[in-house]
T-cell receptor
Framework: NAGVTQTPKFQVLKTGQSMTLQCAQD?????MYWYRQDPGMGLRLIYY???????DKGEVPNGYNVSRLNKREFSLRLESAAPSQTSVYFCASSVAGQGANEQFFGPGTRLTVL | AQSVTQLDSQVPVFEEAPVELRCNYS??????LFWYVQYPNQGLQLLLKYLSGSTLVKGINGFEAEFNKSQTSFHLRKPSVHISDTAEYFC???????????FGTGTSLTVIP
């Protein structure tokens, strides 16, 4: 079991460029999440998908779009990157969206927008 | 809506000394509470969680936390820390349905030899 995998691990973009962060899980989980982590601000939820075919906005969705491609994969897209999107991005998954369930995290993607 | 406050951003402690990392939450409804740990350059992993029942929760690596409803707190403790406990620790709160999940800003624990 690889758990939650994310690609790429590092990325540098110029302002205005677009890119897609990929996430996949092999634990047959129903729910998946995208967070960003910034110094002094903890983790903030960008989008989540409670189940295949559904997505919902989290705390900081502006500037991002997501796609739940299938049960395994949940991608995050930046259409026009801005320096304010420089951050570490984490994907997570859980058995289901109920609050009691543990979230399993990927290793993160470090994104720098110049 | 819920929120989480971690009162200490950095906690230095000597090896084999006890440690307490503080977490307070605010919510008008019942919630679930979690502590996650993040080692350098890694993702987060669950230390322990409180769902219901006994207010003292034991987790991995010798950590425990106590839920105090009257003080809306969920402090994390360990009686004797090791160098390997050096990491970032996050408190988190979830609504019962799971559609709202919030992390605190984190506490950086540094264990000094």
């Amino acid at each position: 079991n690889a758990g939650v995998t994310q690609t790429p691990k590092f990325q540098v973009l110029k302002t205005g460029q677009s890119m897609t962060l990929q996430c996949a899980q092999d634990m047959n989980h129903n729910s998946m999440y995208w967070y960003r982590q910034d110094p002094g601000m903890g983790l903030r939820l960008i989008y989540y998908s409670a189940s295949e075919g559904t997505t919902d906005k989290g705390e900081v969705p502006n500037g991002y779009n997501v796609s739940r491609l299938n049960k395994r994969e949940f991608s995050l897209r930046l259409e026009s990157a801005a320096p304010s999107q420089t951050s570490v991005y984490f994907c997570a998954s859980s058995v289901a969206g109920q609050g009691a369930n543990e979230q399993f995290f990927g290793p993160g993607t470090r994104l720098t927008v110049l | 809506a819920q929120s989480v406050t971690q009162l200490d951003s950095q906690v230095p402690v000597f090896e084999e000394a006890p440690v307490e990392l503080r977490c307070n939450y605010s919510s008008s409804v019942s919630v679930y509470l979690f502590w996650y740990v993040q080692y350098p350059n890694q993702g987060l992993q669950l230390l322990l969680k409180y769902l219901s029942g006994s207010t003292l929760v034991k987790g991995i690596n010798g950590f425990e936390a106590e839920f105090n409803k009257s003080q809306t707190s969920f402090h994390l403790r360990k009686p004797s820390v090791h160098i390997s406990d050096t990491a970032e620790y996050f408190c988190a709160v979830s609504s019962l349905s799971g559609n709202q999940f919030y992390f605190g800003t984190g506490t950086s624990l540094t264990v000094i030899p």
